[in-house]
């Protein structure tokens, strides 16, 4: 195993986070201060440290969370709001989120300690879908969703859904494959639709479903993204 994808699985940092423990000389495998990236550790066999303190490896952990608005995805906010860490048990804490949603969005958010997947599921490269459902100021009709499909110019290149449907006469679900900042809202925004309220009820093959606002469960087995033997992490709309 990688040892960033180890630091990250056992709750020690995100992938980031790890990589620059390691640049910076604070971990340590059977005593020995590694700094190259890519080195790869034993979990079964290696002592790992970081700053002098052994790491304990961890059993892998998916939680999805119905983030309320209001809730911001950092561990600490300097304008002292809410975290969606409130929304936790404390031995769920240690969980990473993968990705951001912004403070007035509402809907799914996954947490897990394995970096990996994580990254995999971050990534522009694995394409890998999150489904929106926003209230829209006016009344959007075919040619919106049409212009959404076909893409829509930003200042950082062009956003385009991979699905767009009506919901009622003030709504509109969006298949992204993509995470860029507030890039749902710009979209709309672009086409005249400016978002009232905006909800993410899908990411991957993981769906919201009835989970309440606040509410939190652990991943069943079926839905655990594979590991794979890099790792990662980042940051979403």
Do not use: C
């Not at 550790?41 to 790992?48: I, K, L």
């Amino acid at each position: 195993m990688r040892l960033q994808k180890f630091l990250a699985q056992a709750g020690v940092a995100s992938r980031r986070g790890a990589e620059e423990l390691i640049g910076a000389g604070r971990v340590a495998v059977n005593g020995q201060i590694i700094t190259v990236l890519g080195s790869r550790v034993n979990p079964a066999n290696d002592v790992v440290a970081v700053d002098g303190r052994p790491v304990q490896a961890k059993a892998v952990e998916w939680v999805a969370l119905h983030k309320p608005a209001g809730y911001v995805s950092t561990r600490q906010d300097p304008q002292r709001r809410h975290t969606l860490y409130e929304l936790l048990p404390p031995e769920l804490r240690h969980l990473f989120s993968v990705g951001r949603l912004d403070a007035d969005t509402e809907g799914l958010i996954l947490l897990t300690n394995d970096g990996a997947a994580a990254h995999q599921l971050l990534h522009p490269r694995f394409q890998v879908e999150r489904e929106y459902e926003a209230e829209v100021a006016g009344t959007p009709g075919p040619a919106v969703l049409q212009r959404l499909v076909a893409g829509i110019p930003l200042e950082d290149g062009v956003a385009r859904a991979v699905r767009a449907s009506l919901l009622g006469r003030h709504g509109i679900r969006l298949t992204l494959r993509e995470g860029r900042k507030r890039e749902v809202r710009r979209m709309l925004a672009a086409v005249g639709h400016p978002v009232l309220r905006l909800r993410r009820t899908r990411y991957g093959r993981i769906g919201l479903g009835t989970l309440p606002p606040g509410g939190w469960r652990r991943l069943e087995p079926n839905e655990i993204p594979p590991s794979p033997g890099h790792s990662g992490g980042g940051q979403e709309t």
